[in-house]
């Protein structure tokens, strides 16, 4: 952990005293000097105002009378509510641009990449939610990425809050998407085949639209039924394209499109316990709703699937 600078800590007082309405005039004019420099503070601020928030609901919200025990559950109660409501972000830089990471008590709750810094994030249009900046926080997140960015790690093993899910039916599409390997890629009409709802197919491209974390549900491995990659977090294919190629997924680029090339994957059938050659039987007919792909037998061999004892991907793997 860093040192807190001795100005930070020397005008923490005068922050609070700022938050709460209740500081001088020589003492709001420290503070705001102070923040227009200092970006952890300027967080703080925030965090403290929007405590401040919290604690003038509670103030006006009408105290339960009679039973003190009832009186107790039902204050802990709100204050559980309004500890909910706080969520932590920060802006930061990366190699797949600008990108917010927020977090509340509970695990990490949006990845949002923005088109610019300081671009209007969905935080602000969401209700019920106190947005607070606080890089310090976030920025252990953010150190996580990096390293998942430069090839450091295969998977962020973060505790995920999916409040800004949109629906049940989101839900669990977002829950069979964790689940898809790394180097592994599989198709929106297959996973409507895992849920169950195989004619729900459009229905699963748009839940991933609004994936509220990608990357840590890496809904970047869910490609079209042609193999073209389609629809990730609105228009941003290039991004899709970077980070399936980081996971040594080989796509083809040509007029415009993106499309995985099958024939450098090995495959397997969904349900089967082993992965074969991309020619083996009648996998290079079959329809990608039926198939899972990997980009290498070890990313295959990590899952727990066996080479198949017809095709021996382990006898005759696929050129490097």
């Known amino acids: 952990m860093s040192p807190i600078h001795p100005a930070c800590r020397k005008i923490e007082t005068d922050l609070v005293a700022v938050a709460a309405g209740e500081a001088a005039a020589a003492e709001a004019h420290r503070v705001q000097a102070h923040v227009a420099v200092c970006a952890s503070c300027r967080g703080d601020l925030s965090r403290y105002r929007a405590v ?11 105290s339960p009378a009679g039973d003190v025990t009832l009186a107790r559950a039902e204050l802990e109660s709100r204050l559980a509510d309004l500890r909910r409501r706080l969520l932590v972000f ?13 977090r509340s008590e509970e695990g990490v709750s949006l990845v949002q990449y923005l088109d610019r810094a300081g671009a209007a994030s969905r935080l602000a249009a969401l209700p ?33 809050d ?32 895992q849920i169950g709802a195989p004619s729900a197919t459009r ?36 991004l899709k394209h970077r ?16 499309r995985v090339d099958r024939r450098t994957m090995y495959a397997r059938q969904w349900g089967d316990a082993e992965y ?45």
């Open 243 to 258: 980070l399936l190629a980081l996971e040594g997924v080989h796509v083809l680029a040509t007029r415009g499109t993106h």
């Open 276 to 320: 074969c050659l991309p020619s083996c039987g009648s996998l290079s007919r079959r329809s990608l709703a039926e198939l899972e792909l990997f980009a290498s037998r070890e990313r295959a061999e990590s899952t727990g699937l066996a080479p198949c004892t017809s095709c021996r991907p382990d006898l005759h793997p696929l050129p490097a």
């Open 203 to 238: 229905a699963v491209a748009q839940a991933l639209r609004w994936n509220p974390v990608p990357i840590a549900i890496p809904c970047h491995r869910v490609i079209g039924s042609s193999g073209d990659l389609t629809g990730y977090a609105g228009n941003k294919v290039a």
């Open 90 to 102: 920060g802006v930061f830089a990366s190699p797949l641009g600008p990108i917010l990471l927020a």
């Open 128 to 160: 019920g939610i106190e947005a607070v900046e606080d890089l310090r926080e976030t920025e252990p997140l953010y150190r996580d990425l990096l390293d998942y960015l430069r090839g450091r790690r295969t998977r962020l093993d973060w505790p995920l």
């Open 52 to 62: 401040e928030v919290m604690l003038g609901d509670l103030r006006e919200s009408p």
């Open 162 to 193: 999916l409040r800004l899910a949109r629906s049940d039916f989101q839900r669990r599409v977002l829950e069979v998407t964790a689940g898809l390997p790394y180097g592994a890629v599989a198709s929106y009409a297959g996973l409507a085949r």
